[in-house]
């Protein structure tokens, strides 16, 4: 142990108007490509695990959010079909079923406040342990941002990309074939840098 203090890995919501550069979101990128792939060995790599840095308020990046709002749509439509009258029930998803909502009238906020969406692509392979490596994925770019004073946050409802063809017809990627995990990054706004950390709660541990 070396005493120093451990980082704290918050979710940044605001972010400063200070964009990060390109070189510095290659080493956040570096990190996640680094991460391990949860596939027997030996696997071939190339090409399993891909990025794309879209840069908020271009014309790409606006196409991006669209076809990203159409998807929120169509799960809308899905969920309230699936659960009925049970969808605003205690035990239902009417929480997450108003955020949607949301994000269909209103847009994504990510879009607005965050300088950067990056988002990572997975080729779905056998066994399907496609969504575990994305995870280890983000997690190393958590890690990454936050020692390079960047702040990210997950976006939800991104996932749902992977069914639209439209959205691989952007990134150029045969369509239905990649999972897709993606964040929100930039530098914490100022009052946030400013701001101590709050403690990290304990976890809840069961030794056995």
Not at 11 to 20: A, D, N
Not at 97 to 110: D, V
Not at 126 to 146: D, G, K, M, N, R
Request: with cysteine; proline share 10%.
């Amino acid at each position: 142990m070396t005493g120093e203090p451990m980082p704290h890995y918050r979710p940044v919501y605001v972010f400063s108007s200070e964009v990060p550069t390109r070189e510095v979101l290659l080493q956040v990128i570096k990190a996640g490509s680094a991460a391990p792939y949860p596939y027997p060995e030996p696997v071939d790599k190339a090409g399993i695990r891909k990025f794309f840095a879209f840069r908020t308020s271009t014309q790409v990046c606006d196409k991006l959010e669209m076809i990203l709002k159409r998807s929120v749509s169509t799960t809308l439509d899905e969920l309230i079909s699936f659960f009925g009258w049970r969808a605003y029930s205690p035990e239902g998803p009417g929480n997450y079923i108003q955020m949607l909502k949301n994000f269909e009238s209103s847009g994504i906020p990510a879009f607005r406040s965050a300088p950067f969406i990056l988002l990572i692509t997975e080729e779905r392979r056998f066994p399907p342990v496609e969504q575990e490596s994305l995870a280890f994925a983000v997690s190393h770019l958590w890690q990454a941002a936050t020692a390079l004073n960047l702040g990210i946050h997950l976006i939800p409802g991104i996932s749902y990309l992977s069914r639209r063809s439209e959205f691989f017809s952007l990134v150029r990627l045969p369509a239905g074939k990649y999972a897709v995990a993606g964040v929100a990054i930039g530098y914490p706004h100022e009052e946030l840098q400013e701001n101590k950390p709050e403690p990290v709660p304990e976890p809840l541990v069961t030794w056995l």
